[in-house]
């Protein structure tokens, strides 16, 4: 008699046995009546990186859900440790690695807290122009991958075109595109030049048009809005609770942005809205996104306006360093280089912690130091880390397809959430 | 709002606040150890002061022959817009202190984190896992007495 491959009853075993053979212990149930444990990344590309995460599935619906993290700890807390603040700058360029500048500018924010100095005018201007620009470089990113991630491939080669433009600024302004290394302590690397300026302005011009139609192409595409709809729901409460920050509290209805709520740069000078929604699911996070570049382009139209003339870098020649023609032509400037990078600078004793409104949350330093040129803890508080502490909240209940659609529009980088 | 908040702990528990700090504006009360989880319940509860978001949480190894190891709460209040700096001083010999993640539940990976770089032991808590280094392994690498290049060996490669 015929016995279809299904019905064999030794089908099962013969597989189990081929298995065994590959020198595996494993048991096989039923599928359909057991639970599943399953092991996602760390190489696996819808966790944008090396997140991994461990599923107890019931068929379809994600029972539990543990995310592993670690696979890119590099222990900058421990190097910091052992540099001083500026060497450390680089670094921060590691962290986020969607929107370099903005750490650099973070970092060198919570120094300058430290030692007590007040940076130029022109400066804060600059550091405000180049966050926005990689708010809106890692937004691309975020919103692009995001609908990769759930099947819209075409949406991601246009963010990307999109964020070159931000990248060849950068090239121009500093002479890197990713690892930029922008901020000095005190001010800046490079000055804001009128060139830096007219690219910005076109890119801005640009822009406009160029992210309604990105928009258009997912608002009205049916399989990305029903995939991200309800999708990874969290309450307003819960989002508190965790501490989370950034486009994720924001469109859980919190409307709190450091920009606004405790401003530091210039921001208080700008005109801008705190972009909030109520359904804080998937799709609200995206929405607060495209919202945010909307935004962050208006604040750049504004201080290009008012970006003032003058110095870019504090008047402290014990603290800042000096500019490089002079440290080759003079002794004085001479003697302070050589003091400030084989030394380091000479903060007082204390701590201070400084928080940004980064792309992602917010990004905050906490600097114990001891009086000496390194710092003696540098904890950096990555807002990564803290919105993936909610993906097990999230994950609860979903299915196994929402998953990759909540990882995105978490939107979290394992350089930032690793360390 | 400083002299308020320390006011305010102050009369709710005398001598739960050991010490208070003000340095380039931002507030730092330290706590004593067993009291850290009813004062940060206060703070979050009391309508005024309404801290109800942990931002950070650290430890410091002060490397010192008494109470070596600090932890830091950086806490946020929504309403006022303000933070606030809670510490705690453990000693190294009973590394163990009061875990807050009943308070804030977002103090969860926070105090993993300290777990795994400091080998701080935070009592009550419901997961208390390493957050980045493998669980094998067995030192403190943010503690000062770990070498900043490593302990060879201390970390073994997996076997083929």
């Known amino acids: 008699m015929h016995v279809r491959p299904s019905d064999d009853p030794n089908r099962k075993s013969r597989i189990l046995s081929a298995l065994e053979d590959q020198d595996a212990s494993v048991t096989l149930h039923d599928p359909l009546d057991n639970e599943m444990i399953l092991n996602m990344g760390p190489q696996h590309p819808a966790t944008h990186g090396v997140l991994r995460l461990l599923i107890r599935l019931d068929g379809e619906t994600v029972l539990a859900a543990v995310p592993e993290l670690g696979y890119l700890h590099r222990g900058y807390e421990k190097i910091a440790e052992a540099s001083t603040y500026h060497e450390f700058i680089p670094h921060t360029d590691r962290l986020d690695y969607l929107s370099p500048i903005s750490n650099n500018v973070a970092y060198a924010l919570a120094v300058e807290k430290l030692l007590g100095i007040e940076v130029p005018e022109r400066a804060s201007y600059i550091r405000v122009l180049v966050s926005e620009m990689s708010r809106i470089a890692s937004h691309l990113v975020a919103v692009g991958s995001m609908a990769m991630d759930v099947g819209a491939l075409t949406v991601l080669l246009w963010t990307f075109r999109e964020r070159e433009k931000v990248l060849d600024i950068y090239d121009v302004l500093c002479g890197a595109r990713f690892t930029t290394s922008y901020a000095r302590i005190g001010g800046l690397q490079q000055d804001w030049t009128p060139q830096c300026s007219a690219m910005l302005r076109r890119f801005l011009d640009e822009f406009r048009n160029d992210l309604a139609e990105i928009e258009k192409l997912l608002e009205t595409n049916r399989i990305f809005i029903d995939r991200c709809e309800n999708v990874g729901c969290l309450s307003r409460g819960d989002a508190i609770a965790l501490g989370l920050t950034g486009p994720i509290l924001r469109a859980a209805g919190v409307p709190r942005d450091l920009r606004r709520d405790v401003p530091y740069f210039v921001y208080d000078r700008f005109d801008f809205n705190v972009i909030t929604l109520t359904e804080s699911d998937a799709l609200a996070r995206f929405y607060v996104r495209i919202g945010e570049m909307k935004e962050s382009a208006k604040i750049l139209r504004q201080a290009l306006e008012q970006l003032p003339a003058g110095p870019f870098r504090a008047g402290e020649p014990k603290k800042v360093l000096p500019a490089k023609e002079r440290t080759y032509t003079r002794m004085e400037e001479l003697i302070h280089d050589f003091m400030l990078i084989n030394i380091g600078i000479d903060p007082p004793v204390g701590e201070v912690y400084q928080g940004v409104e980064s792309s992602k949350g917010e990004l905050g330093f906490t600097i114990v130091s001891d009086g000496t040129g390194h710092p003696w803890r540098l904890k950096i508080r990555s807002p990564s880390t803290n919105n993936l502490s909610a993906l097990s909240t999230m994950l609860k209940g979903a299915m196994i397809s929402d998953i990759v659609a909540i990882i995105g529009s978490i939107d979290p980088v394992m350089g930032e959430a690793d360390k | ?160």
């Open chain 2, 1 to 160: 709002m400083n002299a308020l908040i320390v006011e305010k702990l102050r009369s709710f528990a005398p001598a739960a606040v050991l010490q208070t700090d003000e340095f380039r504006g931002d507030l730092t009360v330290t706590v004593a150890r067993n009291d850290i989880v009813r004062v940060g319940e206060y703070l979050k509860n009391d309508p005024a002061l309404a801290f109800d978001m942990i931002i950070d949480l650290l430890g410091v190894d002060m490397y010192r022959p008494e109470d070596r190891f600090e932890v830091v709460y950086t806490l946020y209040s929504l309403k006022n817009r303000k933070y606030l700096r809670l510490k705690v001083r453990v000693d190294e010999q009973d590394p163990v202190l009061p875990s807050v993640t009943g308070v804030w539940a977002g103090a969860n990976w926070h105090e993993r984190e300290t777990f795994d770089m400091f080998g701080l032991k935070f009592a009550g808590h419901p997961d208390l896992r390493r957050l980045y280094m493998p669980e094998e392994f067995e030192y403190y690498p943010l503690r000062k007495d770990f070498p900043t290049m490593g302990i060879p060996d201390s970390l073994p490669l997996p076997r083929r």
